[in-house]
Structures are given as C-alpha cells and as structure tokens.
C-alpha cells in the first residue's frame, strides 16, 4: 500500500522553528517528487514548497521562501521540511504528498497540525 | 501577483450536472498549466480526481470529466450524487517549479 505519514507537528512560539517529517512507504521513492502543502482548519490548501526525485531540485511558496527548507533522505524514503522563523500566519495543517512527472499529488498524508502561538 | 480563481460555491440537484472552473486574475488556463482537481471532505486529505486536464486517476468514477472551458479549466459532474457534496480545489503549474491552489469550491448536492 502506498502510504505518507507526517510527523513533527505541534506547539511552538514565534520566531521558533519545526522539522516536520514524511515517511513514504509501499512505493519506488525515487521515482517521485514529494510536495508539501498546508491548509488552514476550514480554510483553502496552500502549495508550500516541493523537492526532485534526487533531492537537487527545490522550490518554496514566497511566503515561506528563505524561513523553510526543503531536503530527502532516499536511503530511508522521508522528507524533511525544515521550518524557521515561524510566524503566526503559519498555523496550519501540513501534508506531504507525491508527485510522479506530471501526474497528480496523490496519494496524501493524513497531515500533521503546526500551531504558532505564544 | 497572479491568483487562481475557483467558484466560493455551488449548488446542484442529485443527478443534475455542475461544472466547476478555474482561472487566472490574469490570462488565460490551458493544457500548458497542467490543470488537475482534488476533491476533499472534512477531516480528511485531499483526494485526487483529475490531472493533466482530463485524465481520471484510479478509482474515480467517470461521472467526473475535466476539460478547458474558454479560458479555464473546468471539471463538470454529470449525474452528481449526494456524496459528491464536497470541497473542491483545482491546482496549476505556474513554472519554475511554482504549482498554485485555488481557493476552492463548496460543491452542495440538494
């Protein structure tokens, strides 16, 4: 079974930083770019960042361009999102999903919730 | 900066047909941008139902059909059925590595 599993989430004061984690099993992982996208509790989903099958690719949302960073471990299938200077705005949902080519982000994880507040 | 735009809300009859859009505040959706539609309930992740404008993925019934509409994409559902009462969300390939959100349809079957 294909499978993404997010971990890392939680409770952290501006300013601060979060490694979220995603473990990816049931598939060739270095066949697939990995995205990761947020959502808001009852708000819309937000495109973040995404890294390459090889880990030398790399893109962000502007909104976190240069407070998050983006890197895979193909010998243990996850993928890190590194995230610093956290702004309140930040509060959300965090899912990881694949992408094969130009395939579609399929399957999800079930997510992982950041809070940023003091 | 450019926004994708998607329809707040929309309603439909069960075994009516609705089609959802999604455009640009400035040009025009085509093939180009790599147009696919997700579709999510709540308290669950995003599932996928189209990609590539038209290709179903697996599992989705054919009553969902995806398509370029003037200058948008669209995804219409022929024959809704009330489970199909949903959270939509189409995304786009803006390049350099960029894909964009809408901000999502509220589909309600009634």
């Known amino acids: 079974e294909v499978q993404l599993v997010e971990s890392g989430g939680g409770l952290v004061q501006p300013g601060g930083s979060l490694r979220l984690s995603c473990a990816a099993s049931?598939?060739?992982?270095?066949?697939?770019?990995i995205h990761w996208v947020r959502q808001v509790p009852g708000k819309g989903l937000v495109w973040v960042a995404r890294?390459?099958?090889?880990?030398?690719?790399?893109n962000f949302a502007d909104s976190v361009k240069g407070r998050f960073t983006i890197s895979r471990d193909n010998a243990k299938n996850t993928v890190d999102l590194q995230m610093n200077s956290l702004r309140v705005e930040d509060t959300a949902v965090y899912y990881c999903?694949?992408?094969?080519?130009?395939?579609?982000?399929?399957?999800w994880g079930q997510g992982t919730l950041v809070t940023v507040s003091s | 900066q450019t926004v994708v735009t998607q329809e707040p809300s929309l309603s439909v009859s069960p075994g009516g047909t609705v089609t959802l859009t999604c455009g640009l505040t400035s040009g025009s959706v085509s093939t180009n941008y790599y147009p696919s539609w997700y579709q999510q309930t709540p308290g669950q992740p995003p599932r996928a139902l189209l990609y590539?404008?038209?290709t179903r993925s697996s599992g989705v019934p054919n009553r969902f059909s995806g398509s370029i509409l003037g200058n948008k994409a669209a995804l219409t559902i022929t024959g809704a059925q009330s489970d199909d009462g949903s959270d939509y969300y189409c995304v786009l390939y803006m390049g350099s590595g960029i894909s964009l959100f809408g901000g999502g349809t509220k589909l309600t079957v009634l």
């Open positions: 890294i390459s099958s090889d880990g030398s690719g790399k």
């Open positions: 999903t694949r992408q094969g080519g130009t395939g579609p982000f399929d399957p």
């Open positions: 590539q404008t038209s």
């Open positions: 049931g598939f060739t992982f270095t066949h697939y770019w």
